[in-house]
């Protein structure tokens, strides 16, 4: 089985890397920004960091666009981080249109609901550990129990428009999406890559994913 993890210069894709072999020590995985070996692939991983209109004009530069809309429509493909928020329609941050593949925007945290319980004031970006509730099953929940921690670092959360969508939320000022699914497509706003073990279980359900 060949995973590719499609790098268009935006994140540390080498822990993401590492941590897909450790959970499938027999898969080939590739980080890689040619088009022709991501469209060979038998998955696609689709991680970021950093701000999406850089992303997506790193992604078009590179001429992965029609690459990665193909692998979402077609194969086991799991988006980490902006690799999920690129998915939907827009971003308020810098107004920029996405892939379109998910209907929906993705919005920044609003400054004025960010408290905690005790009302002391939140940071933006969102960054550390906070629990995952599981909105609905799915084969990539398998083995990880409701509420598991996972690892944040993000500032934009996706604002689903379609309510079958949602697989995951989060409290943090608000509550908010942080996974999605349709079809072939499952995609996270936390870092699995470096959310220990239950981080490592859901990238080891999508290597054994047949959606």
Known sequence: MRVAVVDYGMG??????????HVAPRAQVEVTSDPARVAAADRVVFPGQGAMPDCMREMEARGLRATVLGAARARPFLGICIGLQMLFERSDEGGVAGLGLLPGTVRRFPDKAMFDSRGLKLKVPHMGWNGVRQAGPHVLWSGIEDGSRFYFVHSYFPQAGEAMLVRGTTDYGVP??????????????????????AG???????????P
């Open 12 to 21: 540390n894709l080498r822990s993401v890397s590492k941590a897909i072999e």
């Open 200 to 210: 490592l279980r859901l990238l080891a359900n999508f290597v054994n994913w047949n």
């Open 176 to 197: 908010f999406t942080c996974a999605v699914a349709r079809d072939n497509i499952f995609a996270v706003q936390f870092h699995p890559e470096k959310s220990h073990t």
